[in-house]
């Protein structure tokens, strides 16, 4: 979408056209109906929480106090001489933004200049509604609906409790997944979406948990198809980069295949490009680069739901550690490094926090070969690419049987051919296993047995194999059947 770029395209000043540097619209529609061609869906993310603000809405609204659009977007006056209350945006700083024009604040979750629609507002969701039918009219294949947990405002918009040491507070419980908020949803879905069966929708739904999943994707009361939760990868803490707690990681992906058991259906990821990459995090970059990039692949993909690869984890790219402030790009980074840096903390401390946090380790060009760029482009890239490109590229892997990339082949191919991969029940093993992950799938007489070490370490695993076959590896099995190596998976199957 056209947009200012300040988050990466989040920012959007036009719903209904294509950023020149990547096209035209007629570009867009040539592409859709190759991918079409192709037996290729494609999905485009849909961002209605906020617009940019150069939209020409939110140009209008800022005008005057008078303008058509002003109650479009959230206006409020300050309260003595300030921020109309202490709420932080979650992108730093206070999340309001002082208008000189009019001298009013507006609302912004996210950064200044994704001011936040007033959802309240119908004529804001006729016309928002409008954008995402023209899209179903040319051909769209389904959406990721952006931020959508947020679309709901606490209307009283009052002060949080103050924190010790801080001028804003975080204000998540003022607008993500407040009460009401299915009341919109329920007619978004019944005015765009609701009558194409065809058309996929994933839902963005940060504050959902998995006791009310089914209110958000349950065959009888829900809006959309999937939602990405944030309870599993959330356990990843930048501050303490502490190592995973497998018992605890374990009970909270169970959380959300057992809320699913019988209705709903999962959206299954271990990477986005909101988070830090899983072999830097839970992982590791070494010895065991291959095996847990591998185990953590084979612990989410054959789950009850749909196995979502965000670009770069197929092939294990990792994080990136650049010394200075200047060479990152995301905004959310940005502002948080000024804002602490200004508050005392110490350059060193805070690269270090960056380097476990930045959404940009996930965002930096794909490593398609060891050319210039990482052969993604022969312009200037937004962010250097990764160091390690000449070695961690698409083009070295492509034909290597032992490579990552071959590995999550492989699981594609496995979970097609075998329906109890899609349909069977889960159930989790060894609970209390405190470094292996494992579950059965189980559908009639069929079943399936998935195990991954999580750790570095070697670990002891009550099965004998006995009457199972091994359909994936991704270790080699000199050692014993009973013991499973650093980062060890294994698929088995019932003969
Ligand atoms: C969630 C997106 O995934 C993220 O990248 C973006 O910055 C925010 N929503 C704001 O649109």
Redesign the pocket.
């Known amino acids: 979408f056209e947009s200012p770029n300040d988050?990466?395209g989040?920012?959007i000043s036009d719903y209904e056209a294509v950023l020149a540097e990547f096209g035209t619209m007629d570009d867009w529609n040539e592409f859709l109906s190759q991918a079409h061609k192709r037996g290729i869906r494609v999905i485009i993310d849909l961002?209605l929480?906020?617009t940019s603000d150069e939209h020409p809405w939110f140009v209008e609204s800022r005008a005057s106090k008078d303008s058509a659009k002003r109650d479009w977007y959230i206006w409020r006056d300050g309260k003595n001489d300030a921020e109309p209350n202490n709420w932080e945006s979650?992108f730093s700083g206070s999340a309001w933004e002082w208008d000189e024009t009019t001298g009013q604040y507006y609302l912004h979750l996210?950064s200044r200049k994704?001011p936040d629609l007033n959802w309240e507002n119908p004529a804001v969701r006729d016309a928002l509604y409008e954008i995402v039918n023209r899209w179903l009219d040319r051909g769209v294949d389904g959406f990721r609906i952006?931020?959508i947990s947020h679309i709901k405002k606490d209307l009283t918009f009052s002060d949080l409790p103050p924190v010790p040491g801080k001028k804003y507070v975080p204000s998540y419980v003022k607008h993500m997944n407040v009460d009401g908020i299915h009341t919109f949803l329920e007619e978004f879905k019944q005015r765009t979406y609701a009558n194409y069966p065809d058309v996929v929708t994933v839902g963005?739904a940060n504050g959902v948990g998995a006791d009310e999943a089914l209110l958000w994707v349950g065959s009888e009361n829900g809006k959309m198809d999937m939602i990405f939760q944030f309870e599993a990868t959330g356990l990843w803490n930048p501050e303490t980069e502490a190592k995973l707690d497998v018992v605890k990681f374990k009970e909270t992906m169970t959380r959300w295949q057992n809320a699913m058991r019988s209705d709903g259906w999962n959206a299954l990821y271990i990477e986005?490009?909101?988070k830090t990459r899983i072999v830097s995090t839970w992982g590791d970059t070494g010895e065991y680069w291959y095996a847990s990039a591998t185990a953590f692949a084979t612990m989410y993909f054959f789950m009850r739901g749909t196995p979502f690869i965000y670009q770069g984890q197929e092939i294990g790219m990792s994080n990136i550690e650049w010394d200075v402030i200047e060479s990152y790009n995301d905004v959310?980074t940005i502002n948080m490094y000024r804002d602490r840096l200004a508050a005392g903390e110490s350059h060193a401390d805070l690269m270090r926090y960056v380097w476990a946090s930045s959404?940009d380790s996930a965002r930096t060009p794909m490593q398609w070969s060891a050319e210039n760029h990482g052969g993604f482009t022969t312009g200037q890239p937004w962010l250097q690419v990764n160091d390690n490109y000449p070695s961690v590229n698409v083009t070295n892997q492509w034909d290597d049987s032992r490579s990552i990339l071959s590995y999550y082949r492989r699981m594609i191919t496995l979970r097609k051919a075998h329906e109890v991969l899609t349909y069977g029940d889960y159930t989790l093993l060894w609970a209390d296993h405190t470094e292996v992950f494992a579950y059965t799938r189980t559908l009639g007489d069929e079943e399936v047995v998935v195990m991954a070490n999580l750790t570095d370490k070697c670990v002891n695993i009550p099965f004998d194999g006995v009457g199972y076959a091994l359909v994936l590896h991704n270790g080699s099995l000199d050692a014993s059947v009973f013991e499973l190596q650093p980062f060890e998976a294994r698929v088995y199957m019932r003969n």
């Open positions: 988050d990466n989040y920012d961002v929480n906020h979650i996210f994704q952006d931020a963005e986005n490009h909101d959310g959404r």
